[in-house]
């Protein structure tokens, strides 16, 4: 029998027949996930694990047959983060969905890694709570993926990202080793913070079994409000001054004309199609608060040339949100391919940014749809392509390298949320320098030594130490 025969006999031993998937069409699917034009390569075989122990024996076997793991979520990752890029297994975390436990006295919540972010939020709701980190896919991605990519939202800009909840970590390492790290307490400051290091660390360094996450009360009133602006310099200087009135609002989106163009044409959600810019904003809050700074924000946006629309009741807000998340399925229904980018920078650079962005997609001769979560700096510029057409994809290549330049040049970051995965990976030393993804690189071999977890992917190729 073949070391590979061997190996799926072994799993099959561990999870039965039907949590192992082996035919190729169903191994197909886990070869993609949301990321455009990346490479594609068929994973040896599926595992659908239901436990930490089930986990534990996969590692082992893993290391045994020295065969690359990659942990996979929902896969709606946007940087090719789950694609394995040789033989190796994928471990899915659907079939570890539970909520291990709603602690309201401490306000945490225990689950497991294949919770869907939304399913939480239900569950917390009853009890006036909230998790915050609330991604563009909160319908469908997992806390496992979530955590892993440090997700972050509409509500980032007051809120802050998943890192900023997760308080406690089981996980398994490439051997099989199981540890904690973290708990319920507030104060924590025992040791290293290996918490925060595997917040984003994208599947590289170990496997998450077990979250606790914090969960904060839900606010008494909020108010949507939507901002029309002629002019895009006047959204852009909106954005700062809003801060600098010392408002931070839970949301402030921003969309170009051709995100708002292509978001009514797909859901009609009532978008002005002449405006040059709109934001959409929400404070939240005690009323008297909300009251408040809902009246300083229509001022600034007032002062901008902005037209302000509040919205009346929760259908209308709710109609705001639609269209927002909308961005992405309709920019993808444009042409064929969609590249979506995560460009940060500070928020002062915003503008400075939203002007780049209109030369390179000139320059390029490209349609690039730009919106995001203009509040915390994080644009996603979005490339609308057809990935057979090999000459428009140099010119996308091109375009992209130009964007995450100016994003690092502008004091920015190569990815405010979406992560790195193999997407970005090749920019990883114009953010970090040679020394900074060194040290990245040996925390990897260090926890890692047979480079089995996630290969190649955010610090890239690591050589294995036997
Ligand atoms: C329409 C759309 C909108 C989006 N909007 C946002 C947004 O607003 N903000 C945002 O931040 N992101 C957004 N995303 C990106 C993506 O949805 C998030 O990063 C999400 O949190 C990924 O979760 P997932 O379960 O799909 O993870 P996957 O894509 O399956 O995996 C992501 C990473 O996590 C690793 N991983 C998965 N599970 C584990 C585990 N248990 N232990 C260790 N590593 C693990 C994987 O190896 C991979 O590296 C969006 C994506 C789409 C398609």
Request: aromatic content about 4%; glycine content about 10%; some cysteine.
């Amino acid at each position: 029998m073949t070391a590979q025969k061997e190996l799926l006999k072994k799993l099959e031993g561990i999870l039965g027949r039907e949590r192992l998937i082996t035919e190729a069409e169903d191994r197909w699917c886990y070869a993609f996930d949301a990321a455009a034009a990346q490479a594609k390569h068929l994973p040896l075989a599926v595992a659908l694990p239901r436990s930490t122990e089930e986990v534990v024996a996969i590692m082992r076997l893993a290391t045994e047959y020295r065969v690359p793991v990659y942990p996979r979520g929902a896969g709606t990752n946007l940087s090719g983060g789950v694609i394995p890029r040789e033989d190796g297994l994928v471990v899915s975390f659907t079939e570890m969905n539970k909520i291990l436990e709603l602690d309201i006295e401490n306000l945490t919540a225990t689950v497991q890694p294949g919770v869907v972010v939304q399913d939480l939020n239900d569950a917390v709701a009853p009890h006036g709570l909230i998790y915050p980190p609330d991604p563009g896919s909160v319908t469908t991605a997992t806390m496992g993926g979530s955590v892993a990519e440090s997700s972050g939202g509409l509500r980032g800009l007051k809120y802050g990202v998943t890192k900023d909840y997760v308080m406690g970590l089981e996980v398994v390492l490439a051997d099989g080793t199981v540890f904690h790290c973290g708990g319920k307490t507030v104060k924590n400051v025992s040791g290293y913070d290996l918490v925060k290091l595997f917040c984003g660390s994208e599947g590289t360094l170990g496997i998450m079994t077990a979250i606790t996450v914090r969960l904060i009360p839900a606010p008494e009133a909020r108010r949507s409000m939507l901002a029309v602006f002629d002019r895009m310099e006047g959204a852009a200087r909106t954005i700062t001054e809003i801060i600098a009135n010392k408002v931070i609002p839970a949301t402030m989106e921003i969309m170009d004309n051709v995100t708002i163009r292509t978001v009514e044409a797909y859901c009609h959600a009532g978008l002005p199609v002449e405006a040059a810019a709109v934001l959409l904003l929400e404070v939240d809050g005690i009323p008297e608060v909300v009251a408040k700074e809902a009246a300083i924000v229509e001022r600034v946006c007032r002062e901008n040339g902005g037209q302000v629309q509040v919205a009346r009741d929760d259908a209308e807000r709710e109609n705001l949100w639609t269209a927002r998340r909308a961005a992405l399925p309709a920019c993808a229904r444009l042409r064929p391919t969609t590249v979506l980018e995560d460009a940060t920078v500070p928020r002062s650079q915003i503008p400075a940014m939203l002007l780049a962005l209109e030369k390179i997609a000139q320059k390029y001769n490209l349609t690039i749809a730009t919106y995001g979560h203009a509040g915390d700096g994080n644009l996603h510029p979005t490339i609308t392509c057809d990935e057979r057409d090999g000459e428009e994809m140099q010119r996308v290549h091109s375009a992209v390298d130009e964007i995450f330049r100016t994003a690092v040049e502008l004091g920015g970051t190569l990815s405010g949320e979406h992560g790195i995965g193999i997407a970005k990976q090749k920019y990883m030393e114009l953010e970090f320098g040679a020394n900074g993804l060194d040290v990245m690189r040996r925390i990897k071999q260090a926890l890692d030594p047979l480079g089995l977890l996630n290969p190649g992917k955010l610090v890239g190729p690591v050589p294995a130490k036997e």
